[in-house]
């Protein structure tokens, strides 16, 4: 009878502790508007088209016109094969063949995992090229502006492609490579899809490379070292440092190198200049504060696992959970975003960090763009950076996170859109067709 007893109680404490944890998580449903054109903020910038990737969709803005976002027909045939599934499957929902693992029922009307783009490029022709996967297979695929027409050039299993540029002569692309053990390595292919290959290799993340103009094959990424544990896990990740790689030769030679930076998605310019966002390194730090608090938190974790168990067996032998709901799909909420590795408090920024424009930064000033000249000078051209392009003509489109900023040569911002948690930026010189 006792041991009933103290059974309650401790599944009440774990209640009330889960629904306590649990009330600052949205609903999948709860969805941000889409991101929609802003007026000129100043300056005297020169028109361009730009684009950016917002939430895994792609927008794209002709000069300072409307907003379009890009519909893959093949994201969408694949949502329709989802929902043919979830019909098909109707009939298990509120059974027990409905129960997943976690104890819940699975959501049958929740949509399929989501096919998601990664990174986009304008070509000269008129088209748009981009990664997207969902969590089965990737590829790359063309767009065609005026048309409308999509093209799958490359399509595989587990493939996981991000950051992509292009050659000086637009016939080869460079990217980045998911690898194991959350390693990461420069890659390239044809602009047909044709010929993948990892160009570098190590227990690294390499990342956002770019071509260097008249220089054909020389490529400049970023590159963090993994620090692990006696297990193989991670323990830590290095500063970011700026490499060049000779792509026929195989060589690799340091560009930028300082242990309290890091130095992020290189951009050379027609003059030669390197462009980069530089922010302070933070090493990982675990001190006798995160101790006590892994002490003090352990029992409520072991309770709420205990929980979950319990609430797994209600769930099969009387079809009823223990929280009295059967599960609601979750979304990460404005605490969990992460930008160029870092993760990202938005509610915190939103009310502390500097506006542009009107605009509300995501990233703090400390995010800075830097211009580099051949002989080594640097100016900051921009803060509150968190990603940015730069046209063959020399113009720089950059984003706080939830605006796009094009420069004139004063070094003056013009507002060209917003978006919703931009987390990168593509831009070409003159407007939409």
Aim: charged share 20%; with cysteine; aromatic share 8%.
């Amino acid at each position: 009878m006792h041991v009933l007893i103290v059974l309650i109680v401790i599944v009440l404490l774990v209640v009330l502790f889960y629904q306590s944890t649990n009330k600052y998580v949205q609903p999948a449903a709860a969805a941000n508007p889409a991101p929609g054109a802003a007026p000129v903020m100043g300056g005297n910038a020169p028109p361009v088209q730009v684009g950016w990737v917002s939430n895994g969709k792609l927008f794209v803005q002709g000069g300072y016109g409307a907003v379009q976002e890009i519909s893959s027909p093949y994201a969408q045939q694949a949502m329709d094969r989802a929902e043919r599934n979830r019909e098909k499957n109707a009939w298990k929902k509120d059974t027990a063949f409905g129960v997943a693992a976690q104890g819940n029922y699975r959501d049958f009307e929740r949509d399929a995992d989501p096919i998601l783009v990664s990174s986009a490029r304008f070509t000269g022709d008129g088209k748009l090229l981009y990664f997207q996967a969902d969590h089965g297979m990737g590829g790359l695929f063309s767009y065609d502006l005026a048309s409308g027409h999509e093209e799958r050039l490359l399509h595989r299993q587990q493939l996981r492609l991000q950051d992509m540029a292009l050659s000086p002569s637009g016939r080869t692309i460079y990217c980045t490579m998911e690898s194991r053990g959350g390693a990461s390595h420069i890659a390239c292919m044809q602009a047909n899809g044709d010929g993948l290959r990892e160009l570098t290799g190590g227990d690294t993340i390499d990342a956002a490379p770019t071509a260097v103009p008249g220089a054909e094959g020389v490529v400049i990424y970023q590159s963090a070292g993994i620090g692990r544990d006696q297990n193989g896990g991670w323990a830590a990740i290095g500063h970011v440092t700026l490499q060049e790689l000779n792509t026929a030769t195989g060589r690799v030679t340091p560009v930028l190198d300082d242990p309290r930076y890091d130095f992020l998605s290189p951009r050379v310019a027609a003059d030669g200049a390197l462009f980069f966002i530089r922010r302070p390194y933070e090493p990982p730090q675990y001190n006798a504060g995160n101790v006590v608090l892994d002490t003090i938190l352990f029992p409520f974790r072991l309770l709420r696992a205990l929980f979950h168990y319990l609430n797994f067996f209600s769930l099969m032998y009387s079809r009823k959970p223990l929280t009295g709901a059967g599960g609601m799909p979750l979304q990460a909420d404005m605490k969990n975003i992460v930008l160029q590795g870092r993760r990202i408090d938005a509610e915190r920024a939103l009310r502390r960090e500097a506006s542009i424009g009107g605009v509300p930064s995501l990233v703090p000033a400390s995010w800075q763009l830097v211009r580099r000249t051949r002989g080594g000078s640097e100016s900051v051209v921009a803060s509150n950076v968190s990603s940015f392009d730069i046209t063959p003509g020399g113009t720089v489109v950059y984003s706080n996170g939830r605006g796009m900023f094009a420069l004139d040569a004063q070094g003056r911002s013009s507002l060209l859109s917003q978006g919703d948690l931009v987390g990168a930026v593509l831009a070409r010189d003159g407007q939409a067709a």
